[in-house]
């Protein structure tokens, strides 16, 4: 009897999981090589020839186009990695991997895939009471979250700039957005514009939009503005020259124009005379309203987005009108500082010192398209990771510090669990080895004798990284060396990786529609 169509294709028992397992396997593999300060960089091309350049593990993941079901799920444990803290998405990838190999590794020994799956969480618990023994004791200053920056940022392709002048920008913006109510990440913009050397990168005290005045003459920078934002169309209302009413005369003609000129007119007035300085409008205006409103010396910014609109009015707190009869100063908003700068083919607005707002914009330069928008990424990241220290307040050690500390504990809990489960909680333990064993990899060590010096440098002296320091590549405390990670980071790593691994695991029935 066929209960399913003859198209759909089904794989059972033992090969769907190792074919799952494999999928995912490969996945992992394919970011290992970008992991830490010394990881390589991916060239992504994809079918329209559009490149991207990155070292981000959840970037390339995405870019992949990745279609087998198993492989999907530890793209999406980058994705969440991305979502929940904004960083260690490599480090997922790749634990979330050699837990699958270890698994399969169980598999032929004939250990059940439910016993893995019981040992894995179990494992998973124990690296959590880990990461809470490794969290540094010292407050999370200003000092530690520019570490938390930096480590983070090490490795990507920070320009010409290094990562400590980021760092500094980095921590400022995100102190700009810090209140009791916690970290307002989203009040911080990135905007990139190609152009000048990475090191013109600064921190913008407002927002920043793409939009150029409506008229050369008008002002380029007024100083305590008052704005006023419009859905208001200054243009002549359609229909009054057209051929709709016959003109069978000069003086019919006339008669129409003037009119037109009047109506113009009466729009640029009313907007001179309702006091405000500064005014975005999402409709269209009359070049002669431009020019009128350029030598009330006003500054006009027309066919705004409708996003930037409503920028605009949460950084100064305008409401928007949408008749010109119903313009009030009640309605106008207040910035400090509005700038026009152009910027050869582009031309960007800055809101500085909005009334409303907290809202800053790290205003990201750099020489070529691939520069910026890595720089991006990376700039992205570090605010994530000082955000997320800022909120927990927690640090551990970075550099496979962390990894070392939880493999060695849970392999110390391991002994005292029975059974079959005890091998996948070692397992467990021996996943985690691929942290420590790719940084040294990735920095031309021998990954083998690394983890051996980690291990003993870990007993005897406690926290014990692979820091990479310029040329040199040392093994001491992450911590005199400020390399740092959140231990939120670690934490949503193990969790997500774990998740992903064992819902793999317990697959052995795959079937597909065609
Ligand atoms: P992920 O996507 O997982 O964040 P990264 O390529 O950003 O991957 O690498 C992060 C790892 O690099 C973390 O384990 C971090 O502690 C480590 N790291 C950062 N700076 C250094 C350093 N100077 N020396 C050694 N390891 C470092
Ligand atoms: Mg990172």
Redesign the pocket.
């Known amino acids: 009897m066929f209960i399913m169509s003859e198209d759909s294709q089904r794989t059972q028992g033992r090969d769907a999981q190792s074919s799952n397992i494999m999928a995912g396997k490969a996945v992992a593999e394919s970011v290992r090589t ?4 010394r ?1 390589m960089d991916k060239m992504l091309v994809d079918s329209g020839g559009e490149v991207v350049i990155t ?1 981000d ?1 959840a970037t390339i993941l995405n870019e992949m186009d990745i279609e087998h079901p198993a492989a999907q799920m530890i793209v999406e444990v980058a994705e969440s990695q991305e979502e929940e803290v904004g ?5 997922a990838g790749v634990v979330a991997g050699n837990l699958l190999g270890e698994a399969e590794d169980l598999i032929e020994q004939d250990v059940h895939a439910t016993t893995i799956v019981e040992g894995y969480h179990e494992a998973a618990q124990i690296a959590l009471e880990a990461i809470d023994e490794q969290v540094q004791e010292a407050e999370v200053d200003d000092e530690i979250l520019k570490q938390v920056a930096e ?2 940022m ?2 990507k392709g920070t320009g010409g700039l290094t990562a400590e002048s980021l760092a500094e920008t980095v921590v400022e913006a995100v102190r700009h957005v810090d209140s009791e109510d916690g970290v307002a990440r989203d009040n911080v913009a990135v905007h990139t514009q190609i152009g000048a050397s990475s090191n013109a990168t600064e921190l913008v005290p407002g927002i920043v939009l793409d939009e150029e005045p409506a008229h050369d003459e008008m002002p380029s920078e007024v100083e305590n503005a008052s704005i006023a934002v419009l859905d208001v169309e200054l243009e002549v209302q359609t229909g009054e020259i057209d051929a709709e009413y016959a003109i069978d005369s000069i003086d019919q003609l006339n008669a129409a124009i003037d009119a037109e000129e009047g109506e113009l007119q009466g729009y640029a007035e009313t907007i001179a005379e309702s006091g405000a300085d500064v005014v975005f409008t999402t409709d269209g205006v009359d070049d002669r309203v431009s020019s009128a409103l350029a030598s009330e010396g006003v500054l006009l910014f027309d066919d705004l987005t409708s996003s930037d609109a409503k920028d605009v009015v949460s950084a100064t707190g305008a409401r928007r009108v949408g008749a010109l009869d119903d313009l009030e100063e009640s309605d106008f908003g207040e910035a400090d500082l509005i700038r026009t700068e152009n910027f050869g083919d582009d031309d960007l607005a800055f809101i500085e010192g909005g009334a409303a707002a907290e809202a800053v914009t790290v205003f990201v330069r750099g020489g070529t398209e691939h520069v910026v928008d890595e720089l991006e990424r990376a700039i992205g990241d570090a605010l994530d990771v000082v955000a997320t220290a800022l909120e927990s307040g927690e640090v551990v050690p ?3 510090a962390t990894e070392i500390a939880i493999a060695d504990k849970v392999r110390q809990e391991a002994a005292g669990i029975e059974g079959r489960k005890q091998l996948a909680v070692t397992a467990f333990a021996d996943a985690l080895d691929i ?1 420590p064993r790719t ?1 040294a990899a990735n920095t031309g060590q021998d990954p083998i004798d690394a983890l051996v010096d980690l291990r003993a440098a870990h007993e005897s002296e406690g926290r014990a ?5 310029g040329e040199d590549v040392t093994i001491d405390d992450p911590f005199e060396y400020g ?1 740092v ?1 959140p231990a939120d980071v670690k934490r949503e790593a193990v969790e997500s990786a774990t998740e992903a691994a064992t819902m793999i695991v317990r697959i052995d029935d795959v079937i597909a529609a065609e």
């Open positions: 970008t992991l830490g300060p990881g070292n593990g960083d260690g998405t490599t480090t480590s983070s090490t490795g970075g550099a496979g942290v940084l990284g692979l820091i990479t320091d390399v990670d």
